[in-house]
Structure formats: structure tokens, C-alpha cells
């Protein structure tokens, strides 16, 4: 009878974990790939004078692997510290 029943419901775990797969991997690219460089591309350009970094703000791909993370981390860093600066001062 067990075995009926991991028969009958290891399809519907398999399709809900891949669900969620894609679901996490989505949410982690959107919020790396798209808010982190757009972000982390303005402050970039801001603190550079506009030099770095030397593509367009679409032209992501285009980017070398460790600059483009170095890119959306600082877009994340700042928001955080937006975020903090904002709640720290509505707190006060």
C-alpha cells in the first residue's frame, strides 16, 4: 500500500519541486541580475564620474563575470543601506 501511494504522489513531489526550483531561481535572477545592476550601475557610474562600468545599463552580458557581480552587489549594498537609512529615520 505504501508503495501505491509514493507511486501516486512522487509525480506531483517531482512538478511541485521543480516549481519551486524555478521559482527561487527566478526571484534570485531578478533580484541579482535586475535590480542589482541597475542599481549598482548608477552608483557605479556616479562614483566613477562615468567611467565604469564601460557598458550600457542593457548591456549586462556583455560584462566579464567578476565585474558584473562586483556591479550588483554594490547595487544591493546601497539599497540595503537605503533601506536602513530610511527606517532608521522614520524610527527616530
Known amino acids: 500500500m505504501a508503495d501505491l501511494i ?7 513531489a517531482v512538478a511541485t ?3 519551486l526550483r524555478a ?3 527566478f ?3 531578478l533580484m541579482f541580475s535586475t ?3 541597475g542599481i549598482g ?6 562614483l566613477t564620474l562615468g567611467r565604469l562600468p564601460s557598458v550600457g545599463i542593457k ?3 556583455r560584462y566579464d563575470f567578476l565585474p ?3 556591479v550588483e552587489l554594490v547595487g544591493l549594498a546601497s539599497l540595503a543601506l537605503l533601506i536602513w537609512g530610511l527606517a532608521a529615520m522614520l524610527n527616530a
Open 68 to 70: 558584473r557581480v562586483a
Open 23 to 25: 521559482l527561487l531561481w
Open 27 to 29: 526571484g534570485l535572477e
Open 59 to 61: 548591456d549586462e552580458e
Open 6 to 12: 509514493d507511486l501516486l504522489l512522487r509525480p506531483f
Open 17 to 19: 519541486l521543480w516549481l
Open 35 to 37: 535590480i542589482g545592476w
Open 41 to 46: 550601475w548608477c552608483v557605479c557610474r556616479v
